[in-house]
């Protein structure tokens, strides 16, 4: 699958604009989406100026959404409900929408090596409960590091694990495969992504632990 257009909404953050910065040096279109136009638009700039051959432009987020038809939501769980509401009117029709959101309580306040229980099963399925039924939801890049992606000297190693709907999986295939050395790794159904999530607060305690900040998953034994 070749991914020509990606919309990552909350690209202005840290985890997002590092997967937008990493895509862009790959040759892909990303469109950053934010609540606030100008604060998109200045976030492209800044990309632009990394990326030089990129191709980049920003947008409020449902704009954003509505000019891809792969879109990656990268945003604190606090945001959530609000986002998805915004954009779900927007998406194009079978959209592949893939959430990297993760239930840690730092979203509200907390300590960002604990979750907390959604009642939904996790924070994919509860966007997944606000969108329309033709999007193509999915769950990945829980387990990058942020302070990695946005090291543009930094080669990125280790799984990325996605879940999710059979087809939609395959453009978080391409998406993983267009940054050197990641691995993209089937987790399954959706229903696997409150697994998947709880990851990233356990990576946390790891990196904290080893005074370091870029700690990953890697999957043994599989087949080449």
């Known amino acids: 699958m070749t991914i020509e257009r990606v919309a990552v909404i909350g690209g202005t953050g840290d985890e997002g604009f590092g997967l937008a910065t990493r895509w862009a040096a790959a040759g892909i279109e990303v469109v950053i989406g934010s609540r606030e136009t ?15 051959a990129g191709n980049v432009s920003g947008a409020e987020n449902p ?3 509505a000019d891809a038809q792969i879109v990656v939501v990268t945003i ?5 409900p609000t986002i998805y509401r915004s954009i779900a009117e927007h998406l194009p029709d079978g959209a592949v929408v893939i959430d990297t959101t993760v ?6 306040g907390g300590r960002p090596t604990h979750v907390f229980g959604v009642w939904e099963g996790s924070a994919a399925q509860l966007g997944r409960s606000l969108l329309p039924a033709h999007i193509k939801m999915c769950a990945a890049f829980h387990s990058l590091s942020a302070a990695a992606l946005s090291d543009r000297d930094a080669v990125l190693h280790g799984d ?5 709907h059979k087809e939609g999986k395959e453009a978080v295939k391409a998406l993983t495969g267009a940054i050197p050395e990641l691995r993209f790794v089937d ?3 959706l229903e696997n992504a409150r697994i998947v999530e709880t990851i990233t607060a356990l990576l946390i305690g790891i990196n904290r632990r080893y005074g370091i900040d870029r700690a990953g998953v890697h999957i043994t034994n599989l087949p080449e």
Request: net charge positive; glycine share 10%; with cysteine.
């Open 160 to 164: 990325v694990l996605g879940c999710g």
């Open 187 to 189: 987790a399954g159904p």
């Open 76 to 80: 604190p769980f606090s945001g959530v």
């Open 38 to 52: 100008a604060k998109a638009e200045k976030a492209a700039a800044r990309l632009a100026e990394l990326v030089p």
């Open 63 to 65: 704009r954003a959404a």
């Open 103 to 108: 239930p840690v309580q730092a979203s509200i």
